[in-house]
C-alpha cells in the first residue's frame, strides 16, 4: 500500500456499511481492510461490508457483470472468489465496466477485491432498468468499447 494509507473510525464505517457494531464485530474475520486486536478496530478507508450473493441467480458471464456493477453501486465488498473467477479474470470485468464507462476509481486506500472503484452516474442510470435490460446495455456499451479499440489498433491510431 502507498505511504498515504489512510484509516476511518468505527463509527464512520458502520455509518457507510449501515450496519450495527455487533454485525461488524461477528464478521469481523470476512471485511478485508478491518483488523480487530486488542478491542480495537483499525478500519482502512474504504473498507466495505461483504455482499450478499445468495439473491442473485448467477449463471454466466453476463450475471457476473452485472452483479459486480450492482454490488459496487451498492458500496458492498466483492471479490474474484465470490463470483467464482481467477483474479486475471476478475480485474478484466472490472477494467471491462470501467472502459465502458460504469464505474470509475475512487482513490480509497483499501484497495480489496473491487472496493478500489465506485459506480458513476452512469452504471446507477442503467442499474435502474430492469436486470435483463441492464445486462444487455452493459454488453452493448462493453462491446462498443472494444470495438473502438480494435478499429483504433487496426488504423494505426492507437494512443494518438
Known sequence: MASNVRYVPLEVFLNVANKRESTVYRRRNDIPGLTYQDGRYAILEGTRYPCDLHRYQISDSADKRY???????????????DLGLYERQFR???????MAGLIRENGVSNQYGANG???????????????????????ELIGSF???????????????
Do not use: F, H, W
Not at 452483479?67 to 472468489?81: D, M, P
Open 67 to 81: 452483479v459486480l456493477l450492482k454490488t459496487i453501486s451498492k458500496n458492498e465488498y466483492i471479490c474474484a472468489n
Open 92 to 98: 478484466e470485468l472490472l477494467n471491462d465496466l470501467l
Open 117 to 139: 472503484y465506485d459506480c458513476t452516474p452512469e452504471g446507477d442510470e442503467l442499474l435502474e432498468s430492469k436486470k435483463g435490460q441492464a445486462k444487455k446495455r452493459i454488453a
Open 146 to 160: 472494444v470495438g473502438a479499440a480494435v478499429e483504433s489498433y487496426s488504423t494505426g491510431m492507437v494512443g494518438v
